[in-house]
């Protein structure tokens, strides 16, 4: 049980109820007994009730809840608390590899144009890695791999290849983008889409 306590299963919600971030049930529980978290009790779409710390560890066991086996008996782990404290929605930058990049162009090729599936391309080092380029927003582009092979170590003009546009990084987006179910947590789909 003690690997359970450690596994990121619980959603965090700012105090407006928006998803921000998702934690270990020990989290949880050190949030709740210090006063800055309280669970959230989800019986029904229309019955969602905050619960404080000592509410919570006299609670029920259900037979879909999970637990933990305590010296004062067992205590039902959430599935989603709320930072009472925290209103913002922090923002994050998209993870740079493959798949992101080939969706900050759009599946498209960025030296023809072409809208490519994703077994199709690859990510083109504007600047060779050989000749001192970076793993770079700026310096990798989504590329046909028909044309990422014929450019080889060459700069683009070198092989006869223009960029559409200039590579940058993508834009900010709020954390909630990011969360994903990936447990399949029932009490989940209330505040995180998939």
């Not at 921000?20 to 020990?26: D, E, G, L, Q």
């Not at 498209?108 to 144009?113: K, N």
Request: charged share 25%; net charge positive.
């Amino acid at each position: 049980m003690s690997d359970f306590l450690n596994k990121a299963t619980v959603l965090v919600l700012n105090r407006n109820w928006q998803a921000i971030n998702i934690r270990t049930p020990a989290d949880a529980f050190c949030q709740m007994a210090a006063g800055t978290a309280t669970a959230l009790e989800v019986r029904a779409e229309e019955d969602i009730r905050p619960t404080t710390w000592e509410q919570w560890i006299q609670l029920p066991i259900r037979s879909c809840d999970n637990a933990v086996m305590t010296v004062r008996g067992p205590i039902r782990i959430p599935n989603v608390i709320v930072a009472i404290n925290y209103a913002r929605i922090p923002m994050r930058r998209p993870t740079l590899n493959a798949r992101s990049i080939r969706e900050r162009d759009g599946n498209r090729c960025q030296y023809t144009g072409e809208v490519l599936r994703a077994e199709e391309g690859s990510i083109d080092h504007v600047v060779p890695r050989s000749r001192g380029g970076k793993d770079s927003w700026e310096n990798c582009v989504w590329a046909s791999k028909e044309i990422n092979n014929r450019k080889g170590n060459r700069l683009p003009h070198e092989a006869g290849l223009n960029l559409l546009k200039n590579p940058r990084p993508p834009v900010e987006l709020p954390v909630t983008a990011f969360i994903r179910n990936y447990y399949g947590i029932a009490d989940w789909r209330f505040f995180v889409t998939d």
